[in-house]
């Protein structure tokens, strides 16, 4: 289990994926202000693809956050 990320399911090959976030990930992903909110979501799946890690955007169904330690329903 992961300690801050996301967890979800690929679309392709319907295979469990967990996306580990590192802390500046978390703050940009816990945005909650619907100007900047996009932005922030962007440059986490960016960050994600630097860390080796898929691209979310189109490739994962996201079933959770993970926020220490603690799974929430993404959407």
């Not at 992961?2 to 816990?30: E, R, W, Y």
């Not at 945005?31 to 932005?39: A, E, I, L, R, V």
């Not at 994600?48 to 330690?69: A, E, H, K, T």
């Amino acid at each position: 289990m992961i300690i801050n990320g996301i967890t979800g399911t690929h679309i392709a090959t319907d295979t469990p994926v967990d996306i580990p976030f590192n802390s500046k990930q978390m703050q940009l992903a816990l945005d909650k202000n619907p100007d900047t909110m996009n932005t922030s979501w962007d440059m986490v799946c960016d960050i994600c693809v630097c860390n080796g890690f898929i691209d979310p955007r189109g490739n994962m169904f996201i079933d959770s956050l993970v926020v220490n330690g603690v799974s929430r329903p993404f959407h």
